[in-house]
């Protein structure tokens, strides 16, 4: 690499002053940072950092880059929890691992499951409609929480549903400390107490299924049979830190992308009518509800819609192990590279009118305009393995609510807030009546 280029510019400290606080809204203190360009270094708890928003490059780098660029203070910090899962590992580990975890969650297995996601919806939805006014994020959170259990580890979740959601909270209030260069020791402690218990009840539900092969195809099985080797790859140990990634990076942002399309239908009606309109059409001709998800195109196209406002993981970093060339300029060894779907998402160069919400930007006439700007579950290698899961959890949902009640909710975006993945502090009151015949 040439040693001539330069570096890249830095934020000037007079306008530092006037951004947000990245330790309480790093979403728009990075917006203010792209404003400064495709390259631009800044310094947050106390390393230096560089935002590049160049989608090209960022999805080519993600493609190329080698797995040791991988670990940043905030996959460290998760890795306390989650051991040596996907979200950690590296090679050679990682690519088998990858492997073993891909074919369980396949897309002919996961839709192997739509039946009884469809039915699972469909008790849920029983249980909210007319209800009252309802906290829709946190009904939508037990709902998915409910699906990981019997689709990834057959497995009743449900009395464990408030440990499963303490150590989540734990996990990514932990690691966004540490991203900002802080340690909060008491909640270290508390975390540490609930993986505890929560590693307890994982080895109950691994014991099950240590005996003669049973051919299974929940993905635990999947992961328990290649656990047998038990080599330098696969082992027990492994066994259980992929079953802990798979709770924490499985649930939380599939609840997110579902809550927040359902909010984006309900502020806007044109929408809202279009797809109950097209998923009426449907079932009037016969079509199952199970399968309305994959039958109708349009709830692709909100989902896709949602993920760009709201990508449920809206900062990516990686740690530069040598000097890079990124865009032209020179990033030093040690240098955390930070990619945000956010900004990439919000750039009116690859997404005309971006604050819009217009579903049918990604229908197949307009879609290539599109590009490499668009990485709402990562990109490269890495790219999130649960992605069909969790588009497939949310299309049942958002279809069957769609079809089967009008939601309300405030007309103004609900407020959000960084931890790792975007998350909301407010909830997301709501009133889910049964809907009007046509």
């Known amino acids: ?162 440990l499963l959601s303490r150590v989540l909270a734990g996990v990514l209030s932990t690691a966004a400390a540490a991203n900002s260069g802080r340690v909060d020791q008491a909640a270290q402690e508390r975390l540490h107490a609930d993986v505890v218990e929560l590693d307890a009840h994982l080895a109950r539900l691994i014991a099950q299924r240590s005996g003669p092969a049973t051919g299974a195809g929940d993905v635990l099985s999947v992961l328990v049979e290649a656990g047998r080797r038990d080599d330098d790859v696969f082992s027990e140990r492994w066994v259980r830190d992929e079953a802990l990634t798979l709770i924490v990076a499985g649930h939380d942002t599939t609840a997110l992308l579902t809550t927040m399309a359902l909010s984006l239908l309900a502020r806007h009606p044109d929408v809202h009518r279009a797809l109950r309109r097209e998923l009426r059409a449907a079932r009037n001709a016969g079509v199952p509800d199970e399968e309305l998800c994959e039958q109708v195109p349009l709830v692709r196209l909100v989902l896709q819609e949602a993920l760009r406002l709201y990508p449920p993981v809206p900062v990516l970093h990686r740690v530069a192990t040598q000097a890079l060339d990124v865009g032209g300029h020179t990033v030093a060894a040690g240098c955390i590279l930070v990619f945000c779907p956010w900004v990439q998402h919000r750039d009116p160069r690859s997404f005309p009118e971006p604050l819009v919400f217009d ?80």
């Open 359 to 438: 579903p049918w930007r990604f229908s197949e006439q307009r879609r290539a305009s599109v590009g490499a700007a668009y990485l709402p579950f990562g990109g490269g290698r890495r790219m999130c393995a649960g992605n069909h899961l969790a588009t497939l959890q949310a299309a049942m949902i958002v279809c069957l609510v769609t079809l089967l009640a009008d939601v309300e909710t405030a007309q103004a975006e609900p407020r959000l807030e960084y931890a790792v993945s975007l998350r909301l502090p407010d909830g997301l009151p709501a009133r889910v009546r049964s809907a009007r015949r046509p």
């Open 1 to 162: 690499m040439p040693t001539t280029l330069p570096p890249p510019p830095v934020v000037p400290d007079r306008e530092r002053g006037g951004m947000p606080d990245p330790d309480s809204d790093l979403l728009r203190f990075l917006e203010a940072v792209a404003a400064h360009g495709d390259v631009v270094a800044f310094s947050l708890g106390g390393r230096e950092r560089v935002l590049v928003n160049d989608g090209t490059f960022v999805a080519r780098f993600l493609q190329e880059a080698g797995d040791e660029t991988r670990r940043a203070p905030i996959n460290l910090a998760t890795a306390v929890v989650t051991g040596d899962g996907l979200l950690s590992s590296e090679q050679p580990r990682w690519q088998p691992r990858r492997r073993v975890v891909q074919r369980g969650l396949s897309p002919r297995q996961v839709r192997g499951h739509l039946r009884l996601l469809a039915d699972n919806t469909t008790r849920w939805l029983t249980g909210v409609l007319d209800d009252g006014e309802v906290d829709l994020a946190a009904r939508v959170g037990e709902l998915t929480l409910d699906n990981l259990g019997d689709a990834v580890f057959a497995a009743d979740f449900r009395p464990v549903r408030p």
